[in-house]
């Protein structure tokens, strides 16, 4: 049984030597990266915002998208430090290719890859245009994809159809008066 007072080292993967880096000691570290076995992000600092992006992201020949590879948010997007400010990276790209951005817009992939930092593939929009690209894209859960759903396209053919009052339909599939109301007058489910 290990002593708790000693603290885990790591070990070389290579020898018994005390690791490093990347999982190596610092001879055989050195081998690997001068040999170009491991990759090794290239540092950032003093460089061009342009130069910074390009250096951090990965292109992917199948797609033509420029996939960041460094810092991320939760939501998914990349990110990256401009001056005292954190930017989304790919906001970041279409400032260093194009320049200032309004605070009003949005910088949109036409790509819909929220990694891709391509200034190829990014456009300016309202929040609106940005919402109306997803919809025509069908990029949004909706009806019965929706996670939350109570309903299924079939139910909604049926309800539309359903000769009662809005109450006992809604009684019957339990859900709200209003939710019916909106459901018929096509205000919710357009799709179907």
């Given at each position: 049984?290990?002593?708790?007072?000693?603290?885990?080292?790591?070990?070389?993967?290579?020898?018994?030597?005390?690791?490093?880096?990347?999982?190596?000691?610092?001879?055989?570290?050195?081998?690997?990266?001068?040999?170009?076995?491991l990759k090794i992000r290239p540092?950032?600092?003093?460089?061009?915002?342009?130069?910074?992006?390009?250096?951090?992201?990965?292109?992917?020949?199948?797609?033509?998208?420029?996939?960041?590879?460094?810092?991320?948010?939760?939501?998914?997007?990349?990110?990256?430090?401009?001056?005292?400010?954190?930017?989304?990276?790919?906001?970041?790209?279409y400032l260093a290719t194009h320049?200032?951005?309004?605070?009003?817009?949005?910088?949109?992939?036409?790509?819909?890859?929220?990694?891709?930092?391509?200034?190829?593939?990014?456009?300016?929009?309202?929040?609106?245009?940005?919402?109306?690209?997803?919809?025509?894209?069908?990029?949004?859960?909706?009806?019965?994809?929706?996670?939350?759903?109570?309903?299924?396209?079939?139910?909604?053919?049926k309800i539309r159809s359903d000769?009662?009052?809005?109450?006992?339909?809604?009684?019957?599939?339990?859900?709200?008066?209003?939710?019916?109301?909106?459901?018929?007058?096509?205000?919710?489910?357009?799709?179907?």
């Open positions: 049984m290990a002593d708790a007072t000693i603290p885990y080292k790591q070990t070389c993967a290579i020898c018994s030597n005390v690791h490093y880096s990347h999982g190596f000691c610092r001879t055989h570290y050195v081998e690997k990266r001068d040999s170009g076995e540092y950032l600092f003093g460089k061009s915002l342009a130069e910074r992006i390009r250096l951090g992201s990965e292109p992917d020949p199948q797609t033509g998208c420029w996939n960041w590879a460094r810092a991320k948010v939760n939501t998914g997007y990349g990110q990256i430090r401009y001056g005292d400010k954190l930017l989304l990276a790919h906001r970041a790209s320049g200032e951005i309004d605070d009003d817009l949005d910088v949109c992939h036409r790509c819909d890859n929220r990694l891709c930092v391509n200034p190829a593939h990014l456009f300016l929009g309202t929040d609106q245009d940005n919402s109306d690209d997803k919809l025509s894209k069908e990029r949004e859960a909706r009806g019965e994809g929706h996670g939350m759903s109570l309903l299924t396209n079939d139910d909604i053919i000769p009662r009052g809005n109450t006992a339909v809604a009684r019957e599939y339990n859900v709200s008066q209003g939710c019916i109301s909106m459901i018929r007058s096509r205000k919710r489910w357009k799709h179907v």
